[in-house]
């Protein structure tokens, strides 16, 4: 399994530099991917914009949205934006997309949130032909376009993932959450008539020290969820034996690549986990 991490750009308060700063040493660490996440309405950092400055100075490491939701840009925008960044990195992003959960990110963008779901399949045949058909300028490194990960937890989320994309991205959870929803993936692949099996991505969070900030950004982040944000905060993965345990859980259900996400934006939690990947990898 692979082990990627994430960009702290959703985290409140992080200076654009530091995207920069943790792009680069990130490149030079023990990961395979650089992973961004998607809000409107919050104080962040657009993903796509984000990963170019890390495209600008790194060379190996992989790009992947873990997601963008898809519905709140025209298929044409969304399809130049990740041509874009395919480009400027000579082919190193993973397009992970989904429908998202927040309601408010859709009324600030002006698109109704109802209906959102037929028009998600839609922008995905979209994206899908756009790329096969070389229409998007300029042209992705890869002549099919990125690779496609679609997200979601209903059963029409993986019937769309085994028809549209490449493999399939969880939104993070214990290890039993994403072995149930790997599960899932593989039986709509193998229903949809698809040969082999989906690319399958996980995310948890993490902090290795200041506990409490990390707390509070999780609860901050989710609050949209009501009491629940309490137990995603609780989730976070504070100590290196937790991330460990959370690296190997990961690696027994089926997952190929598992990428890290910071709640604390300061260099020296990249340093402190590229530690503990090392040693478990």
Known sequence: MRIGVGLPSTVPGTPGGLLVDWARAAEAGPFSSLGVLDRLVYDSYDPFASLAAAAAVTERIGLVTMVVIGPLRPAGTLAKQAA????????RLTLGVALGARVEDYEVAGVPARGRGDRFDEQLGALRTAFADGQVFPRSARSNGP?????????R???????????????GGPPRA?????????????????????????QSYFVLGDE??????????????????????????????????????????????????????????????????????
Not at 157 to 166: C, G, I, N, P
């Open 178 to 202: 994403f072995a149930r929803a790997a599960e899932q993936a593989r039986a709509a692949w193998t229903d949809a008539g698809r040969p082999g099996a989906p690319a399958l991505w996980g």
């Open 84 to 91: 874009s960044v395919d480009a400027i990195s000579g082919g």
């Open 147 to 155: 690779p496609l990960l679609v997200g979601g937890l209903t059963g």
């Open 212 to 281: 409490e900030a990390g707390a509070t950004y999780l609860r901050d982040y989710y609050a949209f969820t009501g009491p629940f944000a309490e137990k995603i905060a609780a989730a976070n993965l504070t100590t290196p034996q937790a991330v460990i345990d959370q690296i190997r859980g990961y690696e027994e259900a089926g997952c190929d690549e598992l990428v890290l996400l910071p709640t604390v934006p300061d260099r020296s939690q990249l340093d402190r986990l590229a530690d503990v990947v090392a040693s478990a990898v």
């Open 157 to 171: 989320s993986y019937v769309r993932m085994a028809r549209f994309a490449d493999g399939y991205v969880h939104n």
